[in-house]
């Protein structure tokens, strides 16, 4: 158990519809990371929060957006969802936006778009 | 911009063989390296990193790796596999101050089997 949640576990949804993603990072940690992993695609890196603020953007598309709550939860929002958007999305939270620390990793959203 | 080639998609060795998975990696700043495992339906574990201390890096599960800069490369092994090392293998690279920051920048795994 990395320490890191991740909620819901599965989701089923149809196109053209918006679903939410919800990270809440290990205890102490300030830096949340996303991530997309895909059969075609491989693991891409989606975007980066640390302590509230957008810090680095990937391979977001716009139809996505996340944020990071006072908290230190972060949500990942997915909307007009297409098909090609089935994937398991992972969350990881790190100490800090440095790097050197380890980052560690939740046990992933399946999203499943029909 | 930082990128990972990881040569092999697939790889097959005997238990108790020598385990290698390639690793290359491409970044204009220094980078961080690392390795993590996936087993089935499971997130990401790391197995160790290189934050530009000693080269040769010494991980969880009898995993190690060398860092060789002049080489671009970062490959992992293990002198005698197991069965339970059966699993996908990513290598990543992490460039602060690169134009991705401090995210991952990962490889397109290797997936490991170990026959016995």
């Known amino acids: 158990d990395s320490g890191v949640t991740q909620t819901p576990k599965h989701l089923i949804t149809a196109t053209g519809q918006r679903v939410t993603l919800r990270c809440s990072p290990r205890s102490g940690d300030l830096s949340v990371y996303w991530y997309q992993q895909s059969l075609d695609q491989g693991l891409q890196f989606l975007i980066h929060?640390?302590?509230?603020?957008?810090?680095a953007k990937g391979n977001i598309l716009e139809r996505f957006s996340a944020q990071q709550f006072p908290d230190l939860h972060s949500e990942l929002n997915l909307s007009s969802l297409e098909l090609g958007d089935s994937a398991l999305y992972f969350c990881a939270s790190s100490f800090d936006r440095s790097g050197y620390n380890e980052q560690f990793f939740g046990p992933g959203t399946r999203l499943t778009v029909l | 911009a930082q990128s990972v080639t990881q040569l092999g998609s697939h790889v097959s060795v005997s238990e108790g063989a020598l385990v290698l998975l390639r690793c290359n990696y491409s970044?204009?700043?220094?980078?961080?390296l690392f390795w993590y495992v996936q087993y089935p339906n499971q997130g990401l574990q790391l197995l160790l990193k290189y934050t530009s201390a000693a080269t040769l890096v010494k991980g969880i599960n009898g995993f190690e790796a060398e860092f060789k800069k002049s080489e671009t490369s970062f490959h992992l092994t293990k002198p005698s596999a197991h069965m339970s090392d059966a699993a996908e293998y990513f290598c990543?690279?992490?460039?602060?101050?690169?134009?991705?920051?401090?995210?991952?920048?990962f490889g397109k795994g290797t997936t490991l089997s170990v026959s016995s």
């Open positions: 970044s204009s700043v220094p980078p961080y």
């Open positions: 990543a690279v992490s460039s602060p101050g690169g134009q991705a920051g401090t995210a991952l920048i």
């Open positions: 929060y640390y302590n509230g603020e957008e810090r």
